[in-house]
C-alpha cells in the first residue's frame, strides 16, 4: 500500500514567493491533516479536513497560510508571500473515520526554507 | 496553548536500560493517547496507544502507562537498544483533533 505521498520533499525559496505543498492521503482515508513542525514549537496541527471539508483551521498562523482539499485524493497547503519563519518540515497526514483510536499516517514531509 | 506537555526534552539511556518518557494533558475530552516515533527524515509513526478505559497497554518492550485521575501518562521503553534512538512524541486526540507533546529526543548508548 502506497502511503501519504508528499511533494515536492525539499524546497528553497525566497522571501516574498509563493510556495505550494502538495499531498496524496492514503486511498479511502476520509480525513487529512496538515501539521509543521519545528525545534522550537513541536509538531503543530495547521488544519484538518473530513470527507473533503475543513473542519479545523484554528492552527493557522495567519492569511498568508491557505489550504484546499478539491477531492479525496489530493490537498494543497499554500503559503503566499513566503517569510524566513515559515522555514520548517511540512507533513500531510491520514486517517480513516472519526471518532477514538483513529491511526493517524504521516507522510516523509516537505523540507521547506525560505531565505 | 500548548494542551500535551512532554518531558524530558532528551533522554540519554545506556543500552538494555529503561527509557522513561512522560505526559501531561489539560483537556479531559480527550480519549485516545497514542505514542508516535520519528526517525530523522521520516514522518512520525505510531509505535503503540492507550484509550483512558485502561491503566497499562504492554507490547514487546513497550508499556504505556495511564493515570486518568492526574491527567498523566507515560512511555517505558525496556531493555533499550541503540535502534531505539529517535524522537518520541506523545499526543492525545478527541476525536481527529490530535494534539502533540513537544518531544524527546532518545539516545541509546551502546
Known amino acids: 500500500d502506497a502511503g501519504v505521498i508528499q511533494s515536492p520533499r525539499h524546497e528553497v525559496t525566497e522571501m516574498g514567493q509563493e510556495v505550494t505543498l502538495r499531498c496524496k492521503p492514503i486511498?479511502?482515508?476520509?480525513?487529512l491533516f496538515w501539521y509543521r513542525q519545528t525545534m522550537m514549537r513541536g509538531l503543530e496541527l495547521l488544519i484538518y479536513?473530513?470527507?473533503?471539508?475543513?473542519?479545523?483551521d484554528s492552527g493557522m498562523p495567519e492569511d498568508r497560510f491557505s489550504a484546499k482539499m478539491p477531492n479525496a485524493s489530493f490537498s494543497t497547503l499554500k503559503i503566499q508571500p513566503s517569510e524566513p519563519r515559515d522555514s520548517a518540515v511540512y507533513f500531510c497526514a491520514s486517517s480513516f473515520g472519526t471518532g477514538p483510536g483513529n491511526t493517524i499516517y504521516f507522510g516523509e514531509g516537505s523540507w521547506l526554507t525560505v531565505v | 496553548q500548548q494542551q500535551v506537555k512532554q518531558s524530558p526534552q532528551s533522554l540519554i539511556v545506556q543500552k538494555g536500560g529503561i527509557s522513561i518518557i512522560n505526559c501531561a494533558y489539560e483537556n479531559t475530552a480527550f480519549d485516545y493517547f497514542p505514542w508516535y516515533q520519528q526517525f530523522p527524515g521520516k514522518g512520525p509513526a505510531l509505535l503503540i496507544a492507550?484509550?483512558?478505559?485502561?491503566s497499562e497497554k504492554k507490547e514487546g518492550r513497550f508499556t504505556i502507562s495511564f493515570n486518568k485521575s492526574a491527567k498523566q501518562f507515560s512511555l517505558h521503553i525496556m531493555d533499550s537498544q541503540p535502534g531505539d534512538s529517535a524522537t518520541y512524541f506523545c499526543?492525545?486526540?478527541?476525536?481527529?483533533?490530535?494534539?502533540f507533546g513537544a518531544g524527546t529526543r532518545l539516545t541509546v548508548k551502546p
Open positions: 486511498s479511502g482515508h476520509n480525513s
Open positions: 499526543a492525545a486526540s478527541n476525536n481527529n483533533d490530535m494534539r
Open positions: 479536513f473530513n470527507n473533503n471539508v475543513p473542519i479545523d
Open positions: 492507550i484509550r483512558p478505559d485502561v
